[in-house]
């Protein structure tokens, strides 16, 4: 079974400045997929950002950028000129490849996630 | 256009009674997925239908737990004989197909469902 872990309970950062949030993964699967999903106060669940494993470019997304490590399995968030808006709980989701009964369907396993708090 | 839906938003019953909750996917999605999530924690699978079938049920933690999807668009799961550790945010994501299977899968609001 995949295991993805966020060893950072709670972060906090200052308006304008730069923040990682870390996740490591556990798998034997060598494609698949990582994303990062925000869960604000209101508790909406939105995506930020994706990554295919079987890239080696790291995925950006504006403000936001995967440190993708393969070998490592490992897929940090980085976020740039920390805004108000991005206080959230992060969540970082592996997925994995299923196929069943003539059905391919991705599979996702989340850690427990990180309480980001930015600061003004 | 819209994004997935969920009803109710929030729930709250009594130990024992039965629970509907309803999720509205995007528009043309093909796959529909049913997750919970406690609180502070991440969400986790508990089935998947493509279409109107159920291809995956691993996740539901027992019989009590059932989901439907007869027409290939909305579905309702139920809780029968809810207990208090049924308690949770209960969240409905969809994705537009089954292949590629690296879909996105876009969540809903949740229903927050506290049973007492």
């Known amino acids: ?120 | 256009g819209a994004g997935v839906s969920q009803s109710p938003r929030y729930k709250v019953t009594k130990r024992g009674q039965d629970v509907a909750l309803r999720c509205d996917p995007i528009s043309g999605h093909v796959s529909l997925y049913w997750y919970r999530q406690a609180l502070g924690q991440g969400p986790e699978f508990l089935t998947y239908f493509n279409y109107e079938a159920q291809q995956d049920k691993s996740g539901l933690p027992n019989d009590r737990f059932s989901a439907e999807r007869p027409e290939g668009s909305i579905s309702t799961l139920t809780i029968q004989r809810t207990e208090q550790r049924d308690s949770a945010m209960y969240r409905c994501a969809s994705s537009p197909a089954g292949k590629p299977w690296g879909e996105t899968q876009y969540f809903g609001p949740g229903t927050r469902l506290l049973v007492l």
């Open chain 1, 1 to 120: 079974a995949q295991t993805v872990t966020q060893s950072q309970p709670e972060m906090s950062v200052q308006e304008a400045e730069t923040v990682t949030l870390s996740c490591t993964y556990d798998t034997s699967e060598n494609n698949y997929y990582l994303f990062w999903y925000k869960q604000p106060p209101s508790r909406q669940m939105i995506l930020v950002i994706r990554q295919e494993a079987y890239k080696q470019q790291n995925a950006t997304e504006n403000r936001f950028s995967v440190n993708f490590q393969k070998a490592a399995k490992s897929f940090s968030l980085k976020i740039s000129d920390s805004q108000l808006g991005d206080t959230a709980m992060y969540f970082c989701a592996f997925m994995k490849h299923i196929y069943s009964g003539g059905t391919s369907y991705g599979k996702l396993t989340f850690g427990q996630g990180t309480i980001l708090t930015v600061h003004p």
